[in-house]
Structures are given as C-alpha cells and as structure tokens.
Nanobody, 126 residues
Framework: EVQLVESGGGLVQPGGSLRLSCAAS????????MTWFRQAPGKGLEWVSS????????YYANSVSGRFTISRDNAKNTLYLQLNSLKTEDTAMYYC???????????????????WGEGTLVTISS
C-alpha cells in the first residue's frame, strides 16, 4: 500500500521558515519523481515544486522560486520542502504527491498525480 505522510507544518510569523517532510512507503521511492502542491483557504490546488527521482533537477512555481527548496533523501524515502521568507499568502495546506509517471515531473496538473498525502497545514500570521 502506497503511503505519503507529511509533517512539519505549523504557525510561523511572516519572514519565518519551516521544513516540511513527506515520508513515503509502498513503492520504490528512489525511482519516482515527486511533487508538492498546496491549497490556500477557499482556493484550488496550486502546484508548488517538483523534483526528479534522483534529485538532480528541481522545478518551482514563480510564486515560491528563490524562497522554497525541494529536496529528497532516497536512503530515507523522504521528500522535503524548505520554506523560507514566508509570506501570509503562503498560508495553505501542503500536500506531497507522486506523479503517475516520471515523464510528468514537469506537470502542474493535479490530475497527473496518482498518490497523495493527507497534507500538513502551514499558517503564516503575526
């Protein structure tokens, strides 16, 4: 059974940082591209970042580029998202997801994911 379990969310002040983790199991993590999405209150899912199976290539939405860093530890079957210089508009539920195919590593379409975690809530507020 495939499982993706996010953690690391919380309440931080603007300008602060958080590190999100996504623990993966039930599939060969080291062979799979991975993706982060987020959903702000009252809004739809937004693609945030993706990473190739080997971690060599990363992709970012314009809204987070330069502030967020995606990474992975294939030995630990874990995906990460480092969030720096946080803004109130970063408030959202953050989800890790697995694309249906590694060829979809550049997709921003949530329909191209076959597995999702339950999410971890990030709240930016002073």
């Amino acid at each position: 059974e495939v499982q993706l379990v996010e953690s690391g969310g919380g309440l931080v002040q603007p300008g602060g940082s958080l590190r999100l983790s996504c623990a993966a199991s039930g599939f060969t993590f080291s062979s799979a591209a991975m993706t982060w999405f987020r959903q702000a209150p009252g809004k739809g899912l937004e693609w945030v970042s993706s990473i190739t199976h080997d971690g060599r290539i990363t992709y970012y939405a314009n809204s987070v580029s330069g502030r967020f860093t995606i990474s992975r530890d294939n030995a630990k079957n874990t995906l990460y998202l480092q969030l720096n210089s946080l803004k109130t508009e970063d408030t959202a539920m953050y989800y890790c997801a697995k694309p249906k195919s590694n060829t979809l590593v550049t997709t921003v379409n949530s329909d191209d994911m076959d597995y999702w975690g339950e999410g971890t809530l990030v709240t930016i507020s002073s």
